[in-house]
C-alpha cells in the first residue's frame, strides 16, 4: 500500500531559524504533491503543490518545497520562520493511477519561539 | 461566501448509537471526501466521492456508511459498529481530476461517551 512519511513529529526552532520539514513518500507511479498547514483553530489549508514541470515550488507565506523524483521527496523549507508560523504541517500524496484520494503523513508539529 | 460547511462542531453521544455527521460545500465541486484525524496520526481517509450517487471505501471504512444523493452533500453516519468512534471528522472537496487541490471544512469533533 501506498505511504507518505514525515520524519519529525515536533520541531522546536527560535524566530528567524530556518525550517526545513522532510516528507517521502512510497512508489506508486505518477504523483501530486501537496503539502497542508493547520493552524490552532484554523482550517487546514493549502500551503503548495507540485503537479508537474519546476521541482522548487513556492507557495504562500514564504514557503517552498522541492521534489526529488530519485529520493520520492517533496522537504517542505523555508529560510527564516515567524511565531505565526506555529502550526502543524502535513505532506500529502495524490497517486494518479489511484483517484483523486490523499495519503497524508502523520503531520509534524511546528513550535516557534519568538 | 463559497465554502464547506460541517455541523455541528462538536458532538456527544452515547455508545451504541449511530450519529450522522453534515457536510455541504456551494463550491460546485464535483469530488467530496472525509477524512478522520487522530492525534499523531495525520488524515486517514474514510470515504469518498468523486460523483453523485458514486463513492469509494478509503483506508478506514469499516464502522462507516456515506451517502451522495446531491452535489453538495456527502452526510456520514458513523455507526454502532465503529470500535473506536471519537475522533475529529474533517469533510473536504475538490473539482475532481487529479490536480485538484482539496479544499477543507471546519471540522466535527465527535465524543462517545
Known amino acids: 500500500a501506498q505511504s507518505v512519511s514525515q520524519h519529525n513529529h515536533h520541531v522546536i526552532l527560535s524566530e528567524a531559524a530556518s525550517l526545513e520539514l522532510g516528507c517521502n513518500y512510497s512508489?506508486?507511479?505518477?504523483?501530486?504533491l501537496f503539502w497542508y498547514v493547520q493552524y490552532p483553530g484554523q482550517h487546514l489549508q493549502l500551503l503548495l503543490k507540485y503537479f508537474s514541470g519546476d521541482p522548487l515550488v513556492k507557495g504562500i507565506k514564504g514557503f517552498e518545497a522541492e521534489f526529488i523524483k530519485s529520493k520520492f521527496s517533496f522537504n517542505l523549507r523555508k529560510p527564516s520562520v515567524q511565531w505565526s508560523d506555529t502550526a502543524e504541517y502535513f505532506c500529502?500524496?495524490?497517486?494518479?493511477?489511484?483517484?483523486?484520494?490523499?495519503?497524508f503523513g502523520k503531520g509534524t508539529t511546528l513550535s516557534v519561539s519568538s | 461566501d463559497g465554502g464547506i460547511t460541517q455541523s455541528p462542531k462538536y458532538l456527544f453521544r452515547k455508545e451504541g448509537q449511530n450519529v450522522t455527521l453534515s457536510c455541504e460545500q456551494n463550491?460546485?465541486?464535483?469530488?467530496m471526501y472525509w477524512y478522520r484525524q487522530d492525534p499523531g496520526q495525520g488524515l486517514r481517509l474514510i470515504y469518498y466521492?468523486?460523483?453523485?450517487?458514486?463513492?469509494q471505501k478509503g483506508d478506514i471504512a469499516e464502522g462507516y456508511s456515506v451517502s451522495r444523493e446531491k452535489k453538495e452533500s456527502f452526510p456520514l453516519t458513523v455507526t454502532s459498529a465503529q470500535k473506536n468512534p471519537t475522533a475529529f471528522y474533517l469533510c473536504?472537496?475538490?473539482?475532481?481530476?487529479?490536480?485538484?487541490?482539496?479544499?477543507f471544512g471546519p471540522g466535527t469533533r465527535l465524543t462517545v461517551l
Open positions: 500529502a500524496v495524490n497517486y494518479q493511477k489511484a483517484g483523486t484520494a490523499l495519503i
Open positions: 463550491l460546485n465541486h464535483d469530488a
Open positions: 512508489y506508486g507511479g505518477t504523483v501530486n
Open positions: 466521492s468523486q460523483i453523485v450517487n458514486d463513492f
Open positions: 473536504a472537496s475538490s473539482r475532481g481530476g487529479p490536480f485538484n487541490e482539496q479544499f
